[in-house]
């Protein structure tokens, strides 16, 4: 086995360690040139009842601790979609907007190997740039890749 299939192993070990102790993993995927980071969940699908998550634009720390809330807030309850959504940080509103898994082939992959063959949804994370607009606001100013359809 060479170096780089002995680390994903390694890695994948993590995220199936984190899922049975907590509940889900996050991953973050950091900037680069040319290259908006984001950060995602698995295991929250399968162990409460509610959608992945998904967020793009944000750095890990503050993507792992929206994940967190999210878990929190809504697991094994009815999450709101496309709705404007005050409480989950005290930094700004959102929306949960839905995500075809399709759109994502390229960017879910910790989820796409847990799950295998099984069910999962994702929600994507919605928020607003440094002015409060929304991205479909013609002002909206940050890169955020959307990979829903938002519409408010």
Do not use: C, W
């Amino acid at each position: 086995m060479d170096i780089s299939e002995e680390k994903k192993n390694e890695y994948f070990k993590t995220v199936n360690e984190n899922i049975k102790t907590k509940g889900f993993h996050t991953t973050a995927v950091l900037e680069d040139v040319d290259f908006t980071p984001f950060a995602y969940s698995t295991g929250i699908f399968e162990n409460f009842e509610i959608p992945e998550l998904i967020i793009s634009g944000l750095g890990p720390n503050f993507s792992g601790e929206l994940i967190e809330n999210y878990v929190e807030k809504y697991k094994f309850n009815k999450v709101p979609i496309n709705t404007k959504i005050e409480n989950l940080t005290d930094r700004f509103p959102i929306f949960f907007i839905e995500v075809e898994n399709e759109n994502l082939v390229e960017n879910v992959l910790s989820s796409i190997k847990f799950y295998e063959n099984r069910e999962y949804k994702y929600l994507q994370l919605i928020f607003p740039d440094l002015n409060l607009y929304f991205p479909t606001n013609p002002n909206y100013d940050y890169d955020q890749k959307i990979f829903g359809e938002f519409k408010i």
